[in-house]
């Protein structure tokens, strides 16, 4: 084993039989014995610091992994090590606003297609294009559709400093649980995920957490996307649908929300079928959801829980 604590031949990938490798390295071995006429020892030593990888540093195990072995073979590690994504481009984001940089260190809650947890990931990494396409990195999400006492749904736009879909328009809310106790919980009624909601509403629109009160959201479903917001970010969600009706206060976080608004479904209907035509920009997982399931959900404010399918995940 070398500095990592690993055997060099588990860099090898998986379908590599270590037999057959040394069965090669023992026939080159006795090749050089009878070509340079040295000793056993020093031909099998010879060809094994051709063909197995010296100790590598600690920190350098991941990126090595990264650069050596297939994607295929590095989904099986389960969780990915942060320098393994990070490495590549550690300037990425160098030009975007720090809070939001700093926000991107937060950590993720990554699952499989049946939302089964099986690690955790920083927010940039999940959010990179490369490790969505080649390592398939899937988190888990929220959104929250907040809906006043006259039925009006609150959307808010994205902030330019977003660095995903900036200044683009969705629904109330939509971010993610982080990998800690209290937002990972599974109690049977998503109390993790309303947590990670309520904590933020509040750090979004400044709705405090006596406006939305746990108990005040209703989970509907389960929707599996992906998008693309331009060629270095984009989204790879089990995302959590999340209703409540209530009548708030609102203080948005310029750094967050740029603009909001309330409208009738007639209203967001127009806003919708008109935007491309406007120029306005809509997320991907809101005209989603939209075009697939919010007029039916909308029309059943009064009883969600005819319209829930908890236990279904469309895969969208």
Known sequence: PGATGHSPFSFFPATTRVT??????????????????????????????????????????????????????????????????????????????KEQVRLMEEMCILVDRDDKVVGAESKKNCHLVSNIKNAGLLHRAFSVFLFNSEGKLLLQKRADEKITFPKHWTNTCCSHPLNRGAELEEDGNQIGVKRAAQRKLDQELGIVAADSPLDGFHFLTRIHYEAPSDETWGEHEVDY????????????????????????????????????????????????????????????????????????IHHL
């Open 241 to 312: 649908i999340l209703f409540m009706q209530r009548d708030v206060t609102v203080n948005a976080n310029p750094n967050e929300v740029s603009e909001y608004k309330y409208v009738s479904m007639e209203e967001l209907g127009e806003i919708i079928d008109t935007a491309d035509e406007k120029g306005v920009l809509i997320t991907p997982w809101f005209r989603l959801i939209y075009n697939s399931f919010l007029r039916k959900w909308w029309q059943k404010l009064d009883d969600l829980k005819s319209v829930a399918d908890p236990e279904t």
């Open 20 to 97: 057959d490798m040394f069965a090669t390295v023992r026939r080159s071995a006795c090749s050089r014995l009878a070509e340079r006429k040295i000793s056993l020892s020093s031909a099998w030593t010879l060809e094994l610091q051709q063909r197995v990888p010296p100790p590598l540093p600690r920190r350098s195990t991941a990126a090595y992994l990264l650069h050596q072995a297939p994607s295929r073979h590095y989904r099986h590690f389960g969780t990915m090590p942060s320098t393994v994504m990070a490495a590549a481009k550690p300037d990425l984001l160098a030009n975007y606003d």
